[in-house]
């Protein structure tokens, strides 16, 4: 599986192979000659790089990022894609995803709910690379079909789903299998993977438009 240009697996004391990309630290991540170390226990998406899942990025992709928190993974994917449109509903952590993107021209945050794409479809570009979804809410399928129409035809989705966000009670492979059901209807399923031991009940899943 190879990685984007512009990740690269870098040394950090004692530590050998760990992911990085180059840019302004965001969150008091270690640096060393430039690289950010990026920590998989704390990125869904840097968890899927390292269970080995073909994510089909590339370096200058542009990305549509759903979830963007306060900028934590979003950060790494802007120091290697192209214009990177980072969607977060809840205001405070906006707040911090503004400063992260003050040193980082290509970063566009917008303080949006996901689940109405019509509300920032004017901004984003269409045919976008991909979608990097980690929304954590109920209503993952849902999210990644709505936001489907942003995609270029050969595009991909690559999304974290948490079995608890749909149901706190259920075994999480029934709601894995329910969700990948539902996300059938827009996407082919290209591959998944459970990401222990970096994020418990949760699922990697890299799909394309169907
Ligand atoms: C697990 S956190 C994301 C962490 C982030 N992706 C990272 O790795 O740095 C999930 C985020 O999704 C946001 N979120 C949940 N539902 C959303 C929606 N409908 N629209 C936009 N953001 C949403 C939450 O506010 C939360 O900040």
């Given amino acids: 599986m190879s ?14 192979g760990v992911l990085a990309t ?5 969150y008091g991540e270690p640096v060393v000659d430039g ?7 704390r990125s869904k998406l840097g968890a899927t790089f390292e269970l080995g899942l073909d994510t089909g990025l590339s370096g200058g992709d542009a990305v549509l990022y759903l979830g963007a928190a306060n900028g ?10 192209g214009p990177t449109y980072a969607v977060e509903f809840a205001p405070r952590p906006v707040t911090d995803l503004l400063a992260v993107a003050d040193s980082r021209e290509r970063l566009f945050p917008l ?18 690379d991909a979608i990097v979804q980690d929304v954590a809410t109920r ?17 991909r989705l690559v999304a974290a ?23 059938r209807d827009g996407y082919e399923v290209r591959a998944t993977a459970r990401m222990e031991p970096f994020h ?4 990697a899943v890299v799909a394309t438009p169907r």
Avoid: C, I, M
């Avoid at 180059?22 to 965001?26: F, L």
């Avoid at 303080?111 to 045919?127: C, M, N, Q």
């Fill in 3 to 16: 990685l984007p240009a512009g990740v690269q697996r870098r040394s950090f004391g004692d530590e050998d």
């Fill in 22 to 26: 180059r840019g302004e630290p965001a």
């Fill in 35 to 41: 690289w950010r170390r990026w920590d998989a226990h």
């Fill in 72 to 81: 934590t993974t979003v950060s790494h994917v802007a120091d290697f894609a």
């Fill in 111 to 128: 303080l949006k709910d996901a689940r109405a794409p019509e509300t920032y479809a004017h901004v984003v570009e269409s045919g976008v």
């Fill in 139 to 155: 209503g993952q399928a849902d999210v990644a079909l709505s936001n489907r129409q942003f995609l270029a035809d050969d595009g």
């Fill in 161 to 183: 789903l948490k079995a608890r966000s749909e149901d706190v009670t259920a075994d999480p492979a029934a709601v894995f299998e329910d969700l990948l059901g539902r996300l």
């Fill in 200 to 203: 418990e009940d949760h699922l």
